[in-house]
């Protein structure tokens, strides 16, 4: 019954503390390992819609980017490669539609300017364009009808959202398609104007190019000159262009020779070459008598003095703290030192505008707000006449400088009590000054204030608190004003000694050791206590014995039949023969063991109790008389008991146990 | 044996087995320290050093260098807010991570104008197993880290863009009828879920989603990356304090965080003291209820 109470309870109470948990409003999250993989196929076709719209708005850096996510996307694995088909074919289109527009503009100007030499290969070129933009719609396509298929869209409603989001984007791949198309139809119109351009018996022009010099510094000017001939034959007052990588740069008529001659300047472009090309075509009346001609090509070469800037920067920065760096720079070719402009920036921003001639340092603030990272330190000079602007860069890493503490705490402490605490603070960059190093111990808090070498002092007092000893916890603070040191915190474990807790704690235990002892009978204390005090005459009373619980009762027994008159004669004489065992034992420290019988015992005490053990034998055989005889006691066994309780105990005297 | 001394055995061992299961069983409660099970934030407190705060009366007296972490899931009173104004006010930077919980009722008192949706925002497409676990992938600015995953989240309003930190992706949608479809009224596309601003001295940086510090979502993706850049430059050593006095507890826990009262109460000299004097009194008393004699005893005569 009373093992079922306890059991029933104590599983009630595990009971109710286990199901507690439950009791809980909906949750805000769930375990992931926990819940099984869906996929969206709407959502998956949805978001290939929008790239397809960026595809037919022309907008290949929004596709690219729209798609570059795609790795990010939660599909179904064995969707992967069909994903990575739609993702490479799309991209392509997107590119090819760019292109392909460009190079049918390219054409148009080419066809209208009789430019039948240029115009041919960049027709096959369209043409090639063409082909892979289709190749690459179809295998758009096909991705869509396996991803189709793996959504099981053919089983859906007709007016399904799923259905209707795979329909609305195999109608844009078709789009697609429908817009190279066009771009085809554009390309065959041009096709059919080329081959009108071709088929009339034009003549044919040759347009000759000189120029002079060759070798040119950006900003000089170079005279170009040539004639313009058909059949060899001079064509007058005719326009011929004159082109700077493809771009028109000045323009020269014809004399009566056909000769032509024009003058431009080098652009400061700072580019090593320059390709120099005369163009005739012809123009109004011409157009249908004339073909247009493209001169050779003719490479100038472009000199300037290209600057090489490097610089030598901290690669660690403080916000608010200054930075230096060192820029030098050399020049090829060799070129004569002229004052330069120059700008700092640090990211974007710009912190230094400086013009020198020469090397120089540079010390900067980084701004105190700057945040905490890599930043980079651009030192830029723009080009000036023959000399090509210059730019270098550098990486900053901007932290905070690591504080460091040193404070004389100690390591033992005695509360309440105050003592005097200095140290400092400094850090990489130097002593802080004005720092506030706060000091806290429980709930008191001391400030201090760093001076300008970084060191404080005062005096911290710890008050009054409820512990005894322990170990506790110091916290120390520094809050720096610089804003390119950082915060520290600092805690160190002490040892706390409570004087006056402890002082009442120890005089409680004190109290209390000299109080319980008193008491409550601690029985081995007393057992010693009065193995010093007993004494013979004790033994022989028994009253040594009362302060044994276990005995008590015994040995009031005893007392009684040792000392009283009108009990039994055999009781008193065992009572005596009792006592003078456990005297004996005590005397001697031998202890009658189990399996011995009182004779054995005796004969063992012989060594240590000398001739009393006569008379403690002879007493034995009177008990053993008693005990196995059957024999009745009678007064003179009493006083034969008694008088040799009295020798052995003269004995034990004289042998001085 | 009386009944009354079964009953009082049957007692002592009820309360001793029932402090010994509040001690030794583990919290399985949301967002609790202690709590080592999946919903837990054991892995990230131990990460950074959290301290738990069972009570805001426990917030350092410096802001500058704490930063505090509150998930608010039961209601602030006008005191704690005024506690958690004054500790932003001062220079603190409070991470604010909320879903479905009491986020706006503080926004509101520290004058921000940024709220959380309170619906769930949902992606199917840029997800993590289903539409609850949104990737997020695009950051500003950006950091080192490519990729977080959400778990059950929520979308925040009125941030100006220089204020986001991150962005859903443009598939993702607010569930406002918890119908889990979007449905035509409801808003999609890109939608922050990550905010920082400065409030006073102090920052403030407010988060849809607290499920990212969870045992079992810290070290999805980069998700521990993103957390430690909220917290901001690790060389600065700050104290992180999280909040649980604003998470709902089971009686567990509740019992878990006044046992470990009571015990911190007690292990103070003045009640170990205390207790000493009623065990030797109770002693005492129950020696001399007993009785028998004490020292020597006086001789027959």
Redesign the interface.
């Given at each position: 019954m009373?093992n079922k109470?306890?059991g029933s309870?104590?599983g009630a109470?595990?009971a109710?503390?286990?199901l507690?948990?439950p009791?809980?409003?909906?949750?805000?999250?769930?375990?992931?390992?926990k819940?099984?993989?869906?996929y969206?196929g709407?959502?998956?076709f949805?978001?290939y819609s929008?790239v397809l719209d960026e595809v037919l708005k022309k907008d290949r850096d929004e596709v690219k980017s729209?798609l570059d996510?795609m790795p990010?996307?939660?599909l179904p694995p064995d969707l992967t490669s069909a994903t990575g088909a739609f993702t490479e074919s799309i991209k392509e289109c997107a590119e090819l539609i760019v292109t392909i527009e460009k190079e049918l503009n390219e054409l148009r100007v080419l066809v209208q300017q009789s430019r039948i030499l240029e115009a041919n290969p960049l027709e096959n070129q369209i043409i090639a364009d063409l082909l892979t933009a289709h190749r690459a719609v179809q295998l758009g396509e096909n991705s869509i009808v396996t991803m189709g298929r793996a959504f099981s869209v053919d089983k859906e409603e007709l007016n399904s959202p799923l259905r209707l989001a795979y329909t609305e984007v195999i109608q844009k791949i078709s789009s697609i398609n429908t817009l190279f198309d066009l771009y085809h139809g554009i390309l065959n119109n041009l096709q059919i104007d080329l081959t009108a351009v071709i088929s009339k018996s034009r003549l044919t022009t040759e347009v000759s190019l000189i120029v002079e010099p060759i070798d040119v510094f950006v900003g000089d000017y170079v005279q170009v000159k040539g004639t313009l001939t058909v059949k060899g034959q001079p064509l007058v007052n005719r326009k011929v262009e004159i082109m700077l990588n493809g771009l028109t740069v000045a323009t020269g008529i014809t004399n009566g020779n056909g000769y032509y001659e024009a003058t431009f300047q080098v652009p400061y472009e700072y580019s090593v070459s320059m390709d120099v090309q005369s163009l005739y075509y012809p123009q109004e009346q011409d157009t249908t008598t004339y073909l247009a001609s493209l001169s050779p090509k003719i490479a100038l070469n472009v000199h300037f003095y290209e600057m090489f800037l490097s610089l030598d920067i901290d690669e660690k920065g403080y916000p608010g703290y200054e930075t230096t760096f060192k820029a030098r720079w050399t020049y090829q070719p060799t070129a004569p030192t002229i004052e330069r402009n120059f700008e700092v920036h640090i990211d974007d921003v710009v912190v230094v505008q400086l013009s020198t001639a020469e090397e120089f340092i540079q010390k900067i603030d980084l701004p105190p707000d700057l945040q905490?990272g890599l930043h980079s330190l651009t030192v830029t000079s723009s080009a000036e006449g023959r000399y090509a602007s210059g730019i270098a860069r550098g990486v900053i890493n901007v932290?905070?400088a690591?504080t460091g503490l040193s404070i004389n705490l100690p390591k033992i402490m005695l509360v309440p009590w105050h003592f005097d605490v200095n140290g400092s603070v400094v850090s990489e960059l130097g002593s802080l000054q004005m720092a506030l190093v706060?000091v806290?111990y429980t709930s008191s808090?001391q400030e201090f204030r760093s001076t300008d070498d970084g060191s404080f002092k005062g005096t911290l007092r710890t008050h009054y608190t409820?512990?005894?000893v322990g170990s506790e916890s110091w916290t120390v603070?520094v809050?720096p004003q610089e804003p390119w040191n950082?915060?520290?915190?600092f805690s160190q474990k002490i040892l706390v000694i409570?004087g006056i807790?402890c002082g009442?704690?120890l005089t409680?235990l004190i109290a209390?050791g000299i109080i319980?002892p008193k008491?409550?009978?601690i029985r081995n204390f007393q057992l010693a206590w009065r193995r010093e005090k007993i004494q013979p005459e004790d033994a022989i009373?028994g009253?040594h014995l009362?302060?044994l619980?276990v005995y008590?009762e015994t040995a009031a027994n005893m007392?009684?039949l040792g000392?009283g008159s009108d009990v039994a004669p055999v009781a008193r004489i065992f009572s005596w023969y009792i006592l003078l065992i456990r005297l004996v034992q005590r005397a001697t420290r031998i202890i009658l063991k189990p399996h011995q019988t009182l004779r054995e015992f005796v004969n063992g005490t012989r060594k240590t109790l000398g001739p009393a053990t006569d008379y403690l034998l002879e007493f034995t055989s009177l008990v053993e008389k008693l005990l196995y005889s059957g024999e009745q006691a009678s007064d003179k066994d009493v006083d034969t008991s008694e008088q040799l309780t009295r020798q052995v105990q003269d004995g034990l005297k004289h042998e001085g146990t | 044996m009386k009944v009354h001394n079964i009953l009082f055995i049957v007692l002592a061992a009820v309360t001793a087995v029932s402090l010994l299961c509040v001690w030794f069983v583990p919290s399985v409660q949301n967002f609790m320290i202690g709590n080592t099970m999946w919903n837990g934030i054991r892995v990230f407190s131990d990460d950074v050093s959290a301290t738990q705060l069972d009570t805001l009366d426990n917030m350092q007296e410096d802001p500058g260098t704490s930063i505090l972490i509150s998930v608010p899931y039961l209601q602030y009173s006008t005191d704690e807010l005024e506690k958690i104004q004054s500790f932003v006010n001062g220079g603190g930077t409070l991470l604010l991570a909320d879903d479905y919980g009491y986020g706006n009722q503080l926004l509101e008192h520290l004058g921000v104008t940024i709220r959380f949706d309170g619906k769930p925002v949902l992606d199917p497409l840029f997800c993590y197993k289903t539409q609850w676990f949104p990737k997020i992938i695009e950051f500003t600015p950006p950091g080192d880290f490519q990729l977080i995953i959400l778990n059950h989240a929520t979308a925040l309003h009125n941030v100006l863009a220089e204020q986001v930190i991150a962005w859903t992706a443009e598939s993702s949608y607010i569930d406002s009828n918890e119908n889990l479809t979007w449905d035509e009224g409801e808003i999609k596309g890109r939608l922050p879920v990550a905010a920082k601003t400065s409030v006073g001295r102090g920052t403030l940086i407010v988060v849809g989603d607290p499920s990212l510090m969870i045992n079992t979502m810290i070290n999805y993706a980069d998700n521990f990356a993103f957390v430690n850049h909220l917290l901001g430059d690790p060389n600065e050593k700050k104290n992180v304090l999280f909040d649980t006095s604003h998470l709902s507890q089971t009686p567990l826990d509740t019992s878990k965080t006044e046992l470990i009262r009571v015990y911190d109460v007690m292990a103070t000299p003045y009640p170990l003291v205390a207790i000493i004097l009623v065990i030797f009194i109770g002693v005492s008393i129950w020696v001399m209820r007993i009785g028998g004699a004490v020292g020597k005893q006086p001789q027959n005569s």
């Open positions: 009373k109470l306890i309870v104590t109470v595990i109710v503390i286990m507690a948990e009791v809980l409003s909906a949750e805000p999250h769930e375990d992931p390992l819940i099984e993989w869906e969206s709407l959502e998956l949805r978001y929008v729209q996510n990010y996307v939660n905490l932290s905070k690591v706060k806290k808090t409820f512990g005894l603070e809050i950082s915060p520290l915190l409570n807790n009442i704690f409680l209390l319980v008491k409550f009978s009373t009253v009362a302060v619980p008590s007392q009684t000392s | -």
